[in-house]
């Protein structure tokens, strides 16, 4: 496959995006951009790319993984990289499952490097996705959380209680402190820390889920 390919590249902020289609051009791909998934269906149809670099957190109305999805279905041959500070799938209630086969999944700080950033999109583009997938190698503590404990951080991260919690999840208080118990001892969290633990977890959920950006 030759180097230069045709790209659509989609993020919500508009200063990423001019940096990533100004890198790619500088590598001789041809690129289109678009900031949300309905601007990004309509230059598909028009450009027709080899590659979409997608971030996942598009604001409101679809996020990445959605828009990913509707473009296999019209482009099956399309291959896709997801570009984002989202460290993993399932902080944005997607599961690896639900993803599209060969896909590529490189954290934003990658950005500055841009000869791994090109040799990602000529791996991906190629059918070699599995080797760039960092969402599978993310060093985040939140990565050893099950579903349920990933969920109850989550909620704390939003500022409920556990009260809050315990109501919202149809469970009893003491059920919400022992996932928390296990999750903040997951995460590294010493048992000693008292209340702030609450604190380093919402950190940690907030850093994981590309908040801080």
Do not use: W
């Amino acid at each position: 496959m030759a180097i230069g390919l045709k790209i659509l590249a989609v993020d919500d902020e508009p200063l990423v995006l001019t940096l990533l289609s100004e890198t790619l051009r500088g590598q001789g791909h041809e690129v289109t951009t678009a900031t949300d998934a309905a601007t990004a269906k309509k230059a598909c149809s028009g450009f027709d790319p080899d590659l979409a670099i997608l971030d996942v957190d598009l604001g409101s109305g679809p996020d990445g993984f959605d828009l990913a999805t509707s473009l296999k279905h019209s482009s099956p041959t399309l291959a896709i990289l997801f570009l984002t500070n989202v460290a993993e799938p399932r902080l944005a209630g997607k599961s690896v499952k639900s993803l599209p086969a060969g896909y590529g999944y490189l954290l934003k700080s990658n950005l500055g490097d841009s000869n791994f950033l090109n040799a990602a999109i000529i791996g991906v583009a190629r059918g070699a996705g599995k080797q760039f997938r960092e969402n599978l190698e993310s060093g985040n503590t939140l990565h050893n959380l099950s579903r349920s404990q990933l969920q109850v951080v989550q909620l704390l991260a939003m500022g409920k209680s556990n009260e809050e919690i315990a109501q919202i999840r149809n469970t009893t208080i003491r059920a919400v402190r022992l996932i928390l118990v296990r999750a903040f001892k997951a995460m590294g969290i010493s048992e000693q820390g008292g209340p702030e633990r609450r604190v380093q977890a919402a950190i940690q959920y907030l850093k994981a889920t590309g908040f801080s950006r």
